[in-house]
């Protein structure tokens, strides 16, 4: 496999069969990603997150809108991301602009989750200081005493958010170093690909 030349048209379709491969072959998470923003001192942050959805219009994943990256994310609506597969000696490397997904789109998914994920969003301040972690169990108690039988819905600061990627880039391992390192990129998020190889 890692003898043979990257070939492709289009880039999620070709993400598609790389993420199926992986998803049989790694032993966690195929689908953890490395999120990059950048905070307010202008510094990169970055960050392991799941993606939960992709597609034409870009690559999804769901946070606290007022964790680290969230912030980071409101104050500049453009990320990075990677996801490497070393089972499978691939990666794929993706920037772009950001948004939110649809309120539709996040209520579907939060409904999807396990009721104590639920439950959890509420209780965690994410990224904010915390005593110990006493002080976790009992917000989760709280809110779990607050729902009690009812249905947990999503919390106002719980959001999804869709990189529209304006370059994916395919790496696959190759011998000595000769790795294969296919590129598309566009100009904007509406525009057409241009497809392209760079030197490993």
Known sequence: MQNQQILADDPFDLFRQWLEEADTSEINDPNAMALATTGSDSLPDVRM???????????????????????????????????????????????????????????????????????????????????????????????????????????PHWNGYRIRPTYLEFWQDRPYRLHDRLVFSREKPEGAWEKGRLYP
Not at 87 to 113: C, H, K, M, N
Not at 134 to 142: S, W
């Open 49 to 155: 997150v799941l993606l939960k959805d992709y597609g034409p219009e870009g690559f999804v994943f769901f946070t606290n809108s007022q964790s680290s990256k969230g912030l980071e994310l409101d104050a500049n609506m453009q990320a990075a991301a990677v996801l490497h597969w070393k089972s499978l000696r691939r990666q794929v490397r993706f920037r772009g602009t950001v948004e939110l997904v649809t309120d539709e789109e996040a209520d579907g998914y939060f409904a999807s989750r396990a009721r104590q994920s639920r439950i959890g969003a509420w209780a965690s301040r994410q990224s904010r200081p915390l005593a110990d972690r006493d002080e976790l169990e009992a917000a989760v108690e709280r809110e779990t005493a607050r729902f009690g039988d009812d249905d947990v819905p999503r919390p």
